[in-house]
């Protein structure tokens, strides 16, 4: 018979108790340690565009980024390959022709970046400890009385461990030029070189009896291939009045080592009563088309048929900087020059990510705009899901053992009824956990330490160090091809993972009017951090 508990000695165990339930809380919740980590870039996609709409202007902005696979035959020479032969047409709503200028090759690598969801990585269970010390206490609570008089201290200190838990629970939730040929029935609207491409900009004339058969016509006669299949969605755009931007590309860039080409990207901004994405052209004879949109406009972007990824506030960076990795930001921040002059003040920032069906692009896809809703911000990595779960797990385990408390008192049976449950009890709280590491969000992440990011910063800052103080010819005028391959050197003895690009953790060099050259490296959001390096501080100026 296990003996009955004195008063006094009842308080004094609810005052341990008391101490021990709230104390590791607070200091779990002061100390505990989470890993920098990011999510590691998922694979580009076939298509990405960036939009951006202003209802009140009804202006749209519209920024693809267009990648070439070359064949296994291709020659892996650009010097070999014929820029012009790299061709393709871009419908815009009309009848204006639109605003077209040259992107930068950094743009869609910063807004894969800044779109990353912000990823939790825990070294350990957060609240796991705390609340299985309190199931303990419980239990020897329980062990400690029989059922009568002295089992409602038992019960005091079940309800106080249930207040306990309705701290620690809540933090438990889920967070939510040159000539083109003339065509009769085609009107040239523009022709003009924007960065590495020619684009002609042309549309169907209003008199034109048959539209689609002139626009096939003049696209054969300018060295646009196109299969016959296009001719209904030709007819199609000419009877809404959209134009046409014919793109050819003049100069190539180098080919990955998959054998892609990655030109810089065209910015389209033209005026439309309702943003779109041009699909319908592409979607001709097409399968499958994996497609990411970055979309800023007044709420929560929606397209049929594809997912809201992420959707946030747009938030300008601060001015201060440099902006780290591991100050991750609850919103979706825009500081890099091509993206803040694209966005301008549009409050809210979504990605749309699917993979569409032949049918589902035989139509433009409709892009509307609802009420904010916040998705995608937080996900876990793998080893944080496995850590949420046991703290699920534990949680279970506390309230149904408060809750068993609660019974027993009130049926006024013994600890060893009490006990015979417990196994019940436990296999419950496996489950609940398993069902938790089962529907958290997880993702493959990359670890970050804070020496790591702030080695990035460091290396920047060394970059253009040795820049500045290289023993080159600086008394002629300094040439920008020689800072490069000072630049270049540094970093192939530093093994460094950086490269020549307006994109995060990368860099630029430019060369002023006065022969001046700045070293700007672009941080974690791809906000610029400039630096003059001729004149440098110790040489004087021209």
């Known amino acids: 018979m296990i003996g009955r508990i004195a008063t006094p000695r009842l308080l004094l165990l609810l005052l341990a108790w008391l101490t021990i339930s709230f104390a590791p809380s607070s200091a779990i919740a002061d100390g505990k340690v989470f890993r920098s980590a990011l999510a590691e870039p998922p694979p580009i996609p076939d298509q990405q565009a960036l939009i951006c709409y202003n209802p009140a202007t009804q202006v749209q902005t519209l920024a693809i980024e267009t990648r070439f696979q070359l064949s296994a035959t291709s020659p892996k020479d650009p010097a070999k390959l014929a820029p012009d032969s790299f061709a393709w047409v871009v419908p815009i709503p009309g009848p204006e022709a639109p605003i077209i200028t040259p992107g930068t090759t950094g743009l869609f690598p910063t807004l894969r970046v800044i779109f990353q969801p912000r990823v939790r990585d825990m070294r350990g269970p957060e ?47 889920t967070a939510r030029s040159s000539a083109s040929a ?78 892609t080409l990655t ?21 001709v004879g097409n399968g499958p088309l994996k497609l990411d949109l970055y979309v800023f406009g007044s709420g929560t972007a929606q397209v049929p048929g594809m997912k809201s990824v992420r959707s946030d506030a747009a938030v300008p960076a601060s001015d201060s900087g440099p902006h780290l990795a591991w100050r991750r930001s609850p919103d979706v921040l825009i500081a890099h020059p091509e993206l803040v002059r694209c966005v301008g003040k549009l409050p809210i920032a979504t990605k749309l990510s699917g993979t569409l069906r032949p049918d589902q692009q035989a139509q433009d896809l409709p892009i509307t705009f609802g009420d904010f809703i916040q998705t995608g911000s937080i996900v876990y990595s793998r080893d944080a899901a496995v850590m949420r779960g046991i703290d699920v797990a534990s949680a279970a385990l506390l309230a149904g053992t408060v809750l068993l408390v609660v019974i027993t008192a009130f049926m006024r049976q013994n600890a060893a ?70 630049a270049q050197r540094f970093i192939a003895s530093s093994k460094i993972n950086a490269k020549e690009e307006d994109s995060p953790g990368n860099y630029t060099l430019t060369l002023g009017e006065h022969g001046e050259i700045d070293f700007i490296w672009y941080d974690a959001v791809g906000a610029p951090q400039r630096s003059r390096i001729w004149p440098a501080p110790d040489r004087p100026a021209r």
């Open 417 to 486: 009824w009490f006990y015979r449950r417990l196994p019940i009890l436990a296999a419950v709280a496996i489950v609940a956990g398993f069902s938790m590491w089962v529907a958290t969000p997880a993702v493959k992440s990359t670890s970050l330490s804070r020496r790591a990011v702030y080695g990035a910063s460091d290396a920047m800052e060394r970059l253009r160090d040795t820049l500045a103080d290289a023993s080159l010819d600086w008394r002629a005028a300094p040439k920008l091809d020689d800072a490069r391959l000072v």
């Open 182 to 259: 003339q065509v009769v029935g085609v009107d040239v609207l523009d022709r003009s070189i924007v960065g590495d491409y020619q684009v002609t900009t042309i549309a169907a004339a209003g008199d034109a009896k048959d539209s689609a058969a002139a626009l096939s016509a003049w696209l054969e006669a300018n060295g646009f291939k196109q299969p016959p299949s296009v001719a209904p969605v030709l007819a199609d755009y000419a009877r809404r009045n959209w134009v046409f931007a014919c793109v050819k590309l003049l100069q190539l860039p180098k080919p990955s080592d998959d054998g």
């Open 263 to 283: 030109p810089h990207p065209l910015v389209f901004t033209f005026k439309t009563p309702a943003a779109v994405y041009p699909m319908a052209l592409t979607g």
């Open 127 to 173: 609240y796991a400890y705390p609340v299985l010390l309190a199931v303990g206490v419980i239990l020897v609570l329980v062990r400690m009385t029989e059922r009568g008089t002295a089992f409602v201290g038992v019960l005091l200190a079940g309800l106080l461990a249930l207040l306990s838990a309705m701290v620690l629970l809540p933090a438990l939730g």
